[in-house]
């Protein structure tokens, strides 16, 4: 059987820490890093890393991405790792569909379709209007990127191999997301930096838009959740 590691984090002041004990599924190790988090507790289902003196040069959005795009840093030995940001409350059928996608699907990095912003015009927009991104930090970071390649994606949930392309990968992509965002701007946006480094889109796994998430989890920000 594949050893599979879910996982997810928190870094700053950022993010919340559910409790999954009712919800889990024997078919994986549950893990979340966390900057010694208050809400860290030992019966909610998940073991802990604390990494509250890890990276700390760095900003924290790049440290979270850090975490997120290099799974092999902390976890070595398992055969998949399945990687959800800490915005979501998250049903067993959730964990359910990530088991059926890796049985079924086997994919070697598997992200989802944005259906909302397509184009990469729709994605620099959304970082001015909706990030509060300022003309000139769009430029500096869209001066390190292939716009010739881009595609658009949402990267908030991701199946990926334990292998050394998918570790070349990742990072590549921090390396490149560190280069784009200065850390004085305490955001990141790794949609952007993303395509840059995976440069054949073939490789990955897109049958699935955003929305197939979105069928199972509930944004924090929601009063009403499953």
Request: charged letters at 30%; glycine letters at 2%; a positive charge.
């Amino acid at each position: 059987m594949a050893k599979i590691v879910f996982y997810s984090a928190q870094t700053g002041k950022n993010g919340f820490i559910q409790s999954i004990k009712e919800q889990q599924i024997p078919e994986f190790e549950y893990w979340f890093l966390h900057d010694n988090h208050h809400e860290a507790l030992n019966n909610k289902g998940w073991n802990y890393i604390d990494i509250s003196n890890f990276l700390l040069e760095k900003s924290n959005p790049k440290r979270n991405r850090f975490i997120k795009m290099m799974p092999n840093s902390f976890f070595k030995d398992c055969d998949y790792t399945i990687w959800i940001d800490c915005k979501f409350y998250l049903p067993k059928k959730f964990f359910e569909d990530c088991y059926r996608i890796i049985i079924e699907d086997e994919p070697d990095f598997m992200c989802c379709r944005n259906p909302t912003r397509t184009t990469l015009q729709q994605e620099l927009n959304h970082m001015k209007t909706i990030r509060n991104f300022t003309d000139s930090e769009i430029l500096y970071a869209k001066n390190f990127i292939d716009t010739n390649i881009w595609f658009s994606t949402d990267l908030c949930w991701l199946i990926r191999k334990n292998n050394k392309k998918n570790n070349e990968i990742g990072q590549k992509w921090f390396d490149l997301t560190d280069k784009c965002y200065p850390d004085y701007l305490g955001q990141v946006r790794d949609q952007l930096t993303f395509p840059t480094v995976i440069k054949d889109k073939n490789y990955l796994n897109m049958k699935y838009s955003v929305d197939e998430l979105y069928k199972f989890v509930h944004h924090r920000r929601e009063k009403q959740f499953i």
